[in-house]
């Protein structure tokens, strides 16, 4: 379990994060910008669901019709960090954990991106410190106020597995990663969005 010290650290930080957010009555409304533009204030509010109960995706995203569409750029979606934030989280219990953990519900505009080849900027987040050089962060924001940091959600980090030799990055480094997304719903090990055989975009 490679994840499972940072997950307890980004689960104590980012939960707290999240409860706030959710608890906010104003609602916030993104337009379309690139992830350098884009600020952990202006990042849309995902929604925490307080219940056990089985709810379905029309009564979750009733406010939310999918009527999204994605450009292609090299047989690639082009995906900004916007779409990415269509997604609400249940709250259940951990048994291995002992916690109740906000699982992900993804908007089904995203589970349509599940498998796909995408494409997306942000900032690297390295965590070489952690002695597994494979595993590199990418995020909506700096991480003076990305998800590790408390000022953001879960839902604007990916965890990118690079395909060829391992590179190094500077923290906050600038770059566009190709691969195939992978959507994460249960596993804690990993993050909630898993871009596989990511390449650097040059």
Request: aromatic share 12%.
């Amino acid at each position: 379990m490679k994840y499972a010290i940072i997950f307890i650290v980004v689960f104590a930080l980012g939960f707290g994060a999240l409860q706030w957010s959710s608890n906010t009555d104003e609602e916030k409304v993104s337009e379309t910008v690139s992830a350098n533009e884009l600020t952990a204030e202006e990042s849309p509010a995902v929604e925490e669901v307080k219940t056990n109960d089985q709810v379905t995706l029309d009564t979750l995203f009733a406010n939310m019709p999918d009527t999204f569409t994605y450009s292609k750029v090299d047989g690639y979606y082009d995906i900004q960090w916007k779409d990415l934030s269509r997604v609400k989280f249940q709250e259940r219990m951990n048994e291995d954990l002992q916690v109740m953990v906000p699982y992900p519900i993804f908007h089904p505009s995203v589970q349509r991106l599940d498998a796909q080849k995408i494409q997306i900027k942000g900032y690297v987040i390295p965590f070489e410190e952690t002695g597994d050089a494979t595993i590199v962060i990418l995020s909506a924001f700096p991480f003076s106020n990305c998800f590790f940091c408390g000022g953001a959600g879960a839902e604007t980090v990916i965890d990118v597995q690079l395909k060829n030799q391992r590179s190094r990055f500077k923290q906050d480094a600038m770059v566009t990663f190709r691969g195939k997304l992978r959507l994460n719903d249960s596993d804690l090990d990993y993050l909630n969005y898993i871009l596989d055989d990511a390449e650097i975009v040059k």
